[in-house]
């Protein structure tokens, strides 16, 4: 497996538009998840529109805080196969569900190892930016999610429960994850 994780620029348009519409395909048919839910922000279609209103660079009134959007190019194929979301800090709402990590990888490259590299990569960002304790959330019922976590050294600290819906809160601690190897 031969990924990395970059930053969208005129040169993957190509890309970005081939792996969302794929995505928003299989949204429609499957009813599947929209995570990162950021890539979903903007209309892909305007790509300049989209380019430059991908990351937030400062917390506002809408609740966001500055955060950095990622792509898994697979450098073999120069593909995306996902993506991630990276929020540099948390407020009330990300401490409680969101966590410092939004991720998703999209539909015909699921179930290929793709999320726990992915994931370790967006670790390594998240080292860069001087968080020490990443917390990663997914749904209860999302199997593969949780196994990328606990494969990155993710320990299940709680479950919180909003409308029905179960979330797990998972924290993978930095300093000793990268103090082992």
């Given at each position: 497996m031969n990924i990395e994780l970059v930053r969208l620029t005129g040169g993957y348009r190509?890309?970005?538009v081939e792996m969302l519409t794929e995505w928003k395909n299989d949204i429609i048919v499957n009813h599947t998840d929209m995570s990162p839910w950021k890539i979903w922000a903007n209309d892909f279609q305007d790509f300049d529109y989209y380019l430059e209103n991908l990351d937030t660079t400062e917390e506002n009134k809408e609740g966001w805080v500055p955060d950095t959007t990622l792509f898994c190019l697979d450098k073999d194929r120069d593909i995306?196969?996902?993506a991630v979301n990276i929020r540099?800090?948390?407020n009330g709402e990300l401490l409680k569900t969101?966590?410092?990590?939004?991720d998703g990888i999209r539909p015909s490259e699921r179930r290929k190892g793709y999320a726990t590299a992915m994931l370790a990569l967006a670790l390594e960002e998240c080292k860069k930016l001087g968080i020490s304790k990443v917390?990663?959330?997914?749904?209860k019922d999302n199997i593969g999610s949780a196994?990328?976590?606990l494969n990155n050294g993710g320990v299940l600290e709680n479950e919180v429960e909003e409308d029905g819906h179960v979330v797990q809160r998972y924290w993978i601690d930095l300093?000793?994850?990268y103090h082992n190897i």
């Open positions: 190509e890309q970005l995306f196969v996902g540099h800090y948390l969101g966590g410092h990590i939004g917390l990663v959330c997914c749904d196994k990328s976590i300093v000793t994850k």
